[in-house]
Each structure stands twice: as structure tokens, then as C-alpha cells.
Nanobody
Framework: QVQLVESGGGLVQTGGSLRLSCAASGRAFSGYTMGWFRQAPGKDREYVASINSNTGIAHYADFGKGRFTISRDNAQNTMYLEMNNLKPEDTAVYYC?????????WGQGTQVTVSS
């Protein structure tokens, strides 16, 4: 059974940093693209970043470019999101995601709150 568990969220001040982790289990995830999404109160879930395990190529939403860095450790089946220069508008629940064929898997999310 595939399981994704996020951690690392918390409360930070504007300009602060956080490092989110997503531990994956249940199967090997090498060869698959994994990503981060977020959902703020009253808003739709939105794409944050993704990374391909084979190429290491990462993509970011415009709001994350220059501030967020996605990485993964295939040996540990863990993905990370380093977030710097955080802003109040980054406040949201952050979810990790992997699409295996036609099935999307999601973690339970981790809350990030940025105070002004």
C-alpha cells in the first residue's frame, strides 16, 4: 500500500525558512515524478513544484522560483521542499503527490503558516 507522509511544517515569520519532507513507502518510487501542492483556506489546491527521479529535472510554479528548492533522495524514498524567504501568502497546507499510472496518491498534508 502506497503511503506518503509529510512533515516539517510550522509557524514562521515573514522571511523565514522551512524544510518540508515527504516520506514515501509501499513500493519503489524511482522513475516517477513526485511533486508538492498546496491549498490555502478557501482556495483550490495548486501546484508548487515537481521533480523527476531519473533526470533530476525540477519544475516550479512562478511563485516558487528563486525561493523554493525541491529535491529527492531515491535511496530513502524521501522528497524535500526547501522554502526560503517565506511570505504570508505561502500560508497553506502542503501536500506531496505521486502519480502511479492513473492513480494519484496524496499525503495527509503539513500546515505552513507565515506570520506578517
Amino acid at each position: 500500500q502506497v503511503q506518503l507522509v509529510e512533515s516539517g511544517g510550522g509557524l514562521v515569520q515573514t522571511g523565514g525558512s522551512l524544510r518540508l519532507s515527504c516520506a514515501a513507502s509501499g513500493r519503489a518510487f524511482s522513475g516517477y515524478t513526485m511533486g508538492w501542492f498546496r491549498q490555502a483556506p478557501g482556495k483550490d489546491r495548486e501546484y508548487v513544484a515537481s521533480i523527476n527521479s531519473n533526470t533530476g529535472i525540477a519544475h516550479y510554479a512562478d511563485f516558487g522560483k528563486g525561493r523554493f528548492t525541491i529535491s529527492r533522495d531515491n535511496a530513502q524514498n524521501t522528497m524535500y521542499l526547501e522554502m526560503n524567504n517565506l511570505k504570508p501568502e505561502d500560508t497553506a497546507v502542503y501536500y506531496c503527490n505521486v502519480a502511479l499510472g492513473v492513480v494519484d496518491y496524496w499525503g495527509q498534508g503539513t500546515q505552513v503558516t507565515v506570520s506578517s
